[in-house]
């Protein structure tokens, strides 16, 4: 095959960032599906709910194109598809929930502000954090995670996190999809368990379910390998 040839069935793929994180969640994808995707990052750092990231994702992304959120970015994902599905040629939603907040959740998140507020950011954010990672996560790889939260800010934070209290319940939506899905989730996520992403595999007609060993909830980062072996197998994967 030419590269040309190559180049003209790469997929315009978008990927969208989590809670605090900016497009560097996504470099080890980024340099790794550069040969079988055309990839742009959504940006979901200037809005404070789920519906206007969304619309500003979709305003910057090509005519059609797969898409793949991660934790906060599958709420945005999910409400893309709602919005545009004739737009979304496949589906990943990685270490997400399709649920929306109950109350006690929606409680802890305001008590999170509330604490780094008081606390510091950065504090706060070196406790929490680390839950989000497998135990064996090497010191470095934690950093890079606590590095990119600093950057991304505070105020964005609070931002992400009032949008994440609002959004809408997506569990039945996801019944509606008709493209090739993935559900993606680390094995050792203790913020979106894989009890939760197997209910999204149920929900989703056809899904493909991927269990990344040795990861936690930053499966992108802590497991690059295995998660770009993943999105191969669902980029190239054939409709039904």
């Known amino acids: 095959m030419t590269e040309e040839r190559a180049a003209e069935q790469?997929?315009?793929?978008?990927l969208i960032p989590g809670l605090s994180c900016?497009?560097?969640?996504?470099?080890?994808?980024?340099?790794?599906l550069s040969g079988i995707a055309d990839i742009s990052i959504g940006d979901t750092l200037k809005d404070d709910s789920i519906a206007l990231m969304a619309s500003r994702v979709l305003e910057a992304a090509p005519a059609r194109f797969a898409l793949a959120g991660f934790s906060m970015g599958g709420y945005v994902a999910m409400e893309i598809w709602r919005r545009a599905p004739e737009r979304v040629l496949r589906l990943a939603l990685v270490d997400t929930n399709a649920r929306g907040d109950t109350p006690e959740q929606a409680d802890l998140r305001r008590a999170a502000i509330r604490t780094a507020q008081t606390r510091g950011f950065e504090s706060v954010l070196r406790g929490s954090l680390r839950q989000l990672v497998a135990p064996e996560c090497p010191e470095a790889l934690f950093e890079e995670v606590v590095q990119m939260a600093l950057r991304v800010g505070f105020g964005t934070y609070m931002d992400q996190q009032a949008a994440i209290i609002d959004r809408a319940d997506s569990?039945?939506?996801?019944?509606?999809?008709?493209?090739?899905a993935m559900v993606m989730v680390g094995a050792a996520d203790a913020l979106t368990p894989p009890r939760l992403a197997e209910e999204m595999v149920q929900a989703l007609p056809g899904a493909t379910y991927e269990v990344i060993a040795g990861a936690g909830h930053m499966a992108p980062m802590e497991q690059p390998d295995a998660v770009n072996a993943a999105f191969r197998r669902w980029l190239i994967s054939r409709a039904a």
């Open 10 to 14: 790469r997929a315009a793929l978008v």
């Open 171 to 180: 569990l039945e939506t996801l019944a509606t999809v008709t493209v090739p």
């Open 22 to 32: 900016d497009r560097h969640v996504w470099q080890a994808q980024v340099s790794g």
